[in-house]
């Protein structure tokens, strides 16, 4: 099947799903636990109806919103994801490319296969960088001063990642990084040629921030011999003690949109205020960390409600069609980003296949604005949503 024959998310899905090796579709999809949260991240969209109004003449639709100081020409962007290489070449330039002409934002992981220098070379759209605070305090410091270097709109600091989430599908394929090659995952990828042509024009899956100091550690996970699980890796790498001083540190460094991704309640909402930070962002990981969380959807207007107008409103998690973002902006939200949609499209067809995704993402939106009778985000309000429970 063509990616012109892709016309939903899900489709995308099917395709990257058969392109895939096991392990590496295991890991993009993959959930922590039991997946209950995975599951309610899109389940709970159905906990909420969209109430239109009609006789609105919505001939012009306006879908641009302002976040983190950037405006977005419609009101979804890329989340951060780590290591875009293993599902294609093109990887993280690809996907800041699309975002760039589909005119939304691209967040790069400090977990990307490439370097922020070589994204911002990639593309000049608007772009963020995600921070996962390691154990070298002067890493950080200088993973941001090179943000600044490279022009990057704005920082993300996540929060829900103190340890890794158990994903118990990475562990059972032997998961490794690098790959470790265990006669399963070697009869996976020889069953995928055409993915196998694409990772062999450069097999190299080792962290780009961050490998020149990993390469002066005790534990050296990235570009070694020895296959170090992800689970182990975070352990070694990730410091767990970063706190909400350190998070206020660090927007002072910056001194610049600032969001913090990964809050769950209205009190760490509130603290955010507190610090200063210009969002937040609701988000349970896609289900990749702790297992047993709310859907952010169910979260979001009692997080704008308590905050009012003093942060911006974000969720990820579960974002799948048009009318979940319509849902997501009528309970209060911003905006929304996607973590596993673009990634899909990456893996089904590289920089075209991420183009053609948001677009016909953009399009539902749109159409779902229409038939909803909005004709800009602002007018989206919590009289076009109905809860169920
Ligand atoms: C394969 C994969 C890798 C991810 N890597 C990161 C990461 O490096 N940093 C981060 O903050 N979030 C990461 N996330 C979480 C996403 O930023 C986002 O919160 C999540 O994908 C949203 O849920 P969705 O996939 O249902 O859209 C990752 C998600 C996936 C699926």
């Not at 039991?34 to 109806?49: H, K, L, S, V, W």
């Not at 109004?53 to 983190?68: F, G």
């Not at 020149?212 to 992800?230: F, L, N, Y």
Request: charged share 25%.
């Amino acid at each position: 099947m063509s990616i012109n024959n892709c016309f939903n998310v899900w489709d995308f899905r099917a395709k990257a799903k058969r392109r895939l090796p096991r392990p590496f579709w295991d890991y993009l999809e993959g959930s922590a636990d039991d997946g209950y949260t995975f599951d309610r991240n899109m389940a709970a969209f159905d906990d909420y109806e969209l109430m239109p109004r009609y006789l609105v003449d919505v001939a012009k639709i306006d879908m641009t919103t302002k976040v983190l100081g950037q405006t977005l020409d419609w009101p979804v962007f890329l989340a951060p994801t780590g290591a875009s290489r293993m599902w294609h070449p093109g990887a993280e330039p690809a996907a800041a490319r699309a975002a760039a002409k589909s005119g939304t934002l691209y967040t790069l992981s400090t977990v990307a296969t490439t370097s922020i220098e070589d994204v911002a070379a990639a593309s000049d759209g608007s772009k963020m960088f995600q921070i996962y605070v390691l154990r070298d305090k002067g890493l950080n410091e200088h993973l941001i001063e090179r943000c600044k270097a490279a022009n990057f709109a704005a920082l993300c600091l996540t929060v829900d990642v103190p340890n890794l989430g158990n994903r118990e599908r990475d562990l059972r394929n032997g998961f490794s990084s690098p790959p470790k090659l265990t006669a399963r995952t070697l009869a996976s990828i020889a069953a995928h040629p055409r993915w196998l042509a694409g990772f062999a024009k450069k097999p190299d899956l080792s962290f780009a921030n961050i490998k020149d100091w990993m390469a002066g550690q005790e534990h050296k996970p990235m570009s070694t011999q020895a296959p170090m699980s992800t689970q182990a890796y975070v352990g070694a790498a990730f410091d767990p003690s970063v706190d909400w001083d350190r998070a206020a540190d660090m927007i002072k460094k910056w001194n610049g949109p600032f969001a913090i991704k990964g809050i769950l309640s209205v009190e760490d909402a509130r603290r955010a205020v507190e610090i200063g930070a210009t969002a937040v962002m609701i988000s349970n990981h896609g289900g990749r960390q702790l297992d047993g969380v709310p859907a952010p959807i169910d979260l979001i207007a009692d997080v704008a409600d308590a905050v009012g107008d003093r942060i911006e409103v974000i969720m990820d998690s579960g974002v799948r069609r048009g009318t979940h973002v319509v849902k997501a902006l009528a309970r209060g939200a911003k905006a929304v980003a996607i973590g596993r949609p673009y990634l899909y499209a990456l893996a089904a067809g590289g920089e075209p296949g991420v183009d053609r995704m948001l677009e016909l993402l953009r399009l539902e939106v749109r159409r779902a604005m229409a038939l909803t009778g909005v004709t800009s985000v602002d007018e989206i309000t919590e009289d076009h949503v109905r809860a169920l429970r």
